[in-house]
């Protein structure tokens, strides 16, 4: 079933996914006038400040885009991932998903409440992709079929930017339009050359890896700065008329431009822009140090040292390493961490690690870990969510949100674990916190809080659990650290837009800048004792780590400090959500389209339909096509169910004409094979940000009949298999790779006829596995099968060029066809019970083209090659003298791309075979072999 998906967040490097809500838990089901929220017994708070912010953000959405979705949309409150993001889709019916974990750095920190703020962006997305002009009518007999989103296929910049300007009123700091990270973002822009419009729809590897929010909020608030207030709304009205994708015209009734020739115009006005607002900035001389990192694409978090700092770095290429980097920036890999990690040293060089894993299968939590050079890596907790954590004293001061809902522990270490002594602070819903700091002997801990557009940082006095409020601030605040002498905090803040490192006495009412960079502020370590800090500042190509020496200060703030700590008022009376229900499936699985589907194949003609569904929490996802062949009187299709990604079915019946007469037309089927099949797969995960490891049976039925028409004689052919399998995928990837570009993949597949009354009797034991080894940007790979049967069995066939391994999690059964480049595949001295293949393969990136054409919406990312050496064999008895057959040749992979989102991996290759007189065959498929 295509779901198409819209976020909110920028790209993440995530270490795995995990399997999303949990059907154990107990889920509930409430209705507003246009909502039905769909969220955790035990968040039912949640839920209803989320009816409030919905229907509040239905009335402004559905006025500005003169639209209203016909059924209530669902909503999903989703608790199993402590990143913060949200997605869209409006198939096959409208659905937000909304992750309750607020943002503690980044772009989506700003003054926005968290689920406030993601409601609105993604229910623009819901009304937006809804809506439709002339395509209404064949929506009305159709339901919601895919083409029938005149919204869906258009560039990805269209679709961020207008949720992005919705969530934004720059005036009160409230979402990503001129806040911190994105004038920052688009200085950087102006400085190196903006992006042209064919590469940002061909959306490539070029950072910020945000380019589509970016680009696509300031193209809308130029156009209604320039057209009109409404403009952007026209706009959007005017594409939803659309029949095809008529981007390039779509301003004209607008603008009077072209979207070529207004983009134009954009850029030169984003420029005056940028620059005016950058003018005060740039009259001051940069003060933020010397680098001493160059800009990777990505520096998650840093740490002070002795002898120099700790930085959490991700490249681009392959996975994230901790680096040890002294004063001249000579650097030391000391180990692998996960994505997103965060990191705090104790005074005896113990790193204490917060970092992201797969819990129970279906969460993403943060969990804690120590590491030193002789013990190596220790988990302390599991499942326990601490996202920010430091060493407070030889205790930890760690910070988690559950269900959005902040807490501040107080942790000890016993026996290797890390065990609660106290909370701190527990907090209430609507409630943020962003960061934690402890002093050196842990007698003291920090806290930044946020509700709403206020921001506050508050301090604990560990010993008996007192609070004091240290000072108010009016916007974003991050990285907060005690001073070496634990009298000062030091901090990120953001003024005018600009995120610098701040500096606060405990106890005054003033904030002294320290920094003044032309970008942002992200990370900084802390100022060392010889006066020195290092920052992490956004750069053209990530983030770049510079060492600030000596400190001058730069400017000063007035600040309060005598304001009472944020609390949150009481919920109000909610009348908006109604009375909760047990979840049920039942309430959206049902089909919402239908499309006319046909075969035709020499004297058979079938008519028929496709459908499809899933529910809410995607536990249940089916597809059906079924046809009636009229000539034959025969029903025939396919469908295919899926249940909580473990369980599999599938059921096809399938007619192909053998032999028939006439010509041109006018043929009648004579002879006609009808093949039914019927596969079934469970399997159960063990899923890790590391490794993924599935254990799975399933069986497998395939009959083909020989129909001789208007005559009795009828020749069936059946096959039946059971399965047992284990399954191990370590393989990984990253934003600049190509595909997949390191680890392990292995498959240990037993098939056994035995169990069924069949031709065939015997047992195949099959093993899949392949090796990727990272070589720069290109990767080493081979791919290793080897199929041995015991008594009578399906034969292998080797030959032929497609893809090495499965796209899908659940190996197809009873499946003996194994590539081998350069031979057509029918060759009988490929054929038999036994079977062992080698592949090895170079797969090279050759360019970056990123451009999308807009007529036709057709474009191409990237270009790269693959040298390859094949070599297999096929045999029934015994394995003395097996002959060998070899092949090699090229591929050449094209990442290209229809209307703007659809990948469609394009591949031609030349191989050679060396025996059997196979000579060269030029092969053009789908998919990409390597």
Do not use: C
């Amino acid at each position: 079933m295509l779901r198409k998906l819209i976020s909110i967040s920028v790209f993440i490097a995530l270490p795995a996914y995990a399997e999303g809500p949990d059907p154990a838990q107990d889920w509930r089901s409430a209705d507003t006038p246009h909502f039905r929220i769909n969220y955790l017994a035990t968040q039912r708070p949640q839920a209803e400040r989320a009816a409030i912010h919905a229907e509040e953000a239905y009335t402004r959405i559905t006025r500005q885009l003169t639209w209203q979705p016909q059924d209530k949309t669902e909503m999903l409150l989703l608790d199993a991932s402590d990143f913060s993001n949200g997605f869209s889709t409006p198939l096959p019916f409208n659905e937000n998903v909304l992750l309750l974990s607020p943002p503690d750095d980044g772009q989506l920190l700003h003054n926005h409440n968290w689920l406030e703020g993601l409601i609105t962006h993604e229910f623009t997305h819901a009304v937006h992709l809804d809506k439709v002009g002339m395509l209404g009518d064949l929506r009305s007999i159709f339901g919601r079929f895919e083409l029938l989103f005149p919204n869906l296929i258009q560039p990805t910049w269209g679709l961020e930017g207008i949720a992005t300007l919705n969530e934004s009123h720059p005036e009160l700091g409230q979402g990503r339009l001129r806040n911190a990270p994105f004038e920052a973002q688009m200085r950087i822009e102006r400085e190196r050359g903006f992006i042209s419009l064919a590469e940002l729809h061909a959306d490539g590897r070029r950072l910020p890896a945000s380019k589509q929010y970016l680009y696509g909020v300031y193209f809308y608030d130029f156009l209604n700065r320039k057209y009109g207030s409404d403009a952007a709304a026209r706009y959007i009205q005017n594409y939803s008329n659309n029949i095809v994708p008529m981007v390039q015209s779509n301003p004209m009734p607008i603008t009077g431009k072209a979207l070529s020739e207004l983009w134009e115009e954009f850029l030169v006005d984003l420029a005056e822009q940028v620059d005016a607002r950058a003018a005060p900035l740039t009259a001051t001389p940069r003060a933020d140090g010397t680098p001493l990192l160059p800009a990777h694409y990505s520096i998650s978090s840093i740490s002070p040292v002795q002898d120099g700092v700790l930085a959490v770095v991700n490249a681009g290429l392959l996975g994230t390493k901790l680096l040890h980097l002294d004063a001249q920036g000579a650097s030391q890999e000391l180990t692998e961490l996960r994505a997103n990690a965060h990191i705090d040293t104790h005074t005896d060089g113990t790193i204490l690690i917060a970092q992201p894993d797969i819990f129970n299968n279906y969460n993403l939590y943060y969990d804690l870990y120590t590491w030193t050079a002789n013990t190596g890596m220790q988990r302390l907790t599991e499942g326990q969510r601490y996202r920010r954590a430091v060493w407070a004293g030889s205790s930890i001061a760690a910070l988690k949100h559950e269900g959005g809902i902040p807490n501040l522990d107080l942790l000890e270490i016993n026996s290797g674990h890390a065990s609660k002594i106290k909370t701190l602070y527990a907090g209430t819903d609507g409630m943020e916190a962003i960061d934690v700091a402890a002093n050196a002997d842990g007698s003291r801990v920090a806290m930044i809080l946020k509700k709403n557009g206020a921001w506050q940082v508050v301090e604990f006095e560990t010993a008996h659990s007192s609070l004091r409020v240290l000072f108010d601030y009016d916007a974003p605040l991050q990285g907060l650290r005690y001073s070496s002498d634990g009298q000062q905090l030091e901090f990120i803040a953001s003024q005018d837009s600009v995120q610098n490192l701040w500096r606060y006495r405990i106890g005054t009412d003033q904030l002294t800048r320290l920094s003044h960079t032309y970008t942002g502020v992200t990370l900084h370590s802390g100022v060392a004792k010889d006066d020195s800090v290092v920052l992490g500042v956004l750069a053209a190509g990530g983030t770049e780590l510079r060492r600030l020496s000596p400190i001058s200060p730069q400017s000063t703030l007035p600040v309060s400090n005598r304001t009472a700590l944020l609390t949150t008022p009481p919920a109000p009376a909610n009348t908006l959500l109604g009375t909760a229900q047990d979840y049920s499936a039942l309430n959206s699985i049902y089909p919402r389209s239908w499309f006319p589907s046909a075969f035709s194949d020499r004297g058979l003609l079938a008519y028929g339909i496709i459908s499809n569904g899933s529910d809410v929490m995607q536990w249940h996802n089916y597809s059906v096509n079924a046809l009636w062949e009229f000539s034959q009187g025969e029903p025939i299709g396919s469908i295919s169910y899926n249940y909580l990604n473990r369980h599999f079915f599938n059921v096809t019946r399938e007619l192909w004409a053998k032999q028939w007469s006439g010509l041109n037309g006018q043929e009648k089927t004579t002879i006609y094979d009808r093949t039914t099949s019927a596969q079934w797969v469970s399997m159960q995960p063990w899923l890790h940000s590391e490794r993924r490891i599935y254990i799975g049976i399933g069986a497998a039925q395939q009959s083909t009949d020989r129909v001789f028409v208007n005559n009795t004689s009828i020749r069936p052919q059946l096959e039946r298999i059971a399965a047992i399998f284990a399954q191990y995928d370590s393989r990984e990837s990253a934003w600049y790779a190509t595909a997949y570009n390191r680890g392990t993949f292995a498959r240990l597949l037993l098939e056994s006829y035995r169990p069924f009354n069949t031709a065939y009797d015997g047992n195949v034991v099959r093993l899949d596995a392949q090796k990727l080894w990272p070589l720069g940007s290109s990767v080493l790979s081979a791919h290793w099968t080897e199929a041995h049967a015991t008594g009578l069995t399906e034969p292998f066939q080797l030959g032929g060029a497609y893809n090495i391994t499965s796209p899908f999690i659940a190996p197809a059964l009873n499946q003996r066809a194994l590539p081998l480049h350069g031979y057509v595949g029918n060759e009988w001295d490929l054929q038999g019970r036994n079977a062992h293949t080698l592949s090895v393969g170079w797969q090279m990136p050759l360019v970056d083209i990123d451009h999308h054409f807009m007529s036709p919406p057709v474009g191409i990312n990237r270009l790269s090659s693959t040298v390859f050496f094949d070599a297999g064999s096929a045999w029934n008895q015994g394995t003395s003298a097996v002959p060998v057959y070899k092949g090699m040749g090229i591929e050449f992979n094209a990442e290209t791309k229809l209307f703007y989102r659809l990948p469609l991996p394009l591949s031609i290759g030349m191989a050679h075979g060396f025996d059997l007189n196979s000579g060269n065959q030029l092969y053009f498929k789908l998919g990409q072999t390597f």
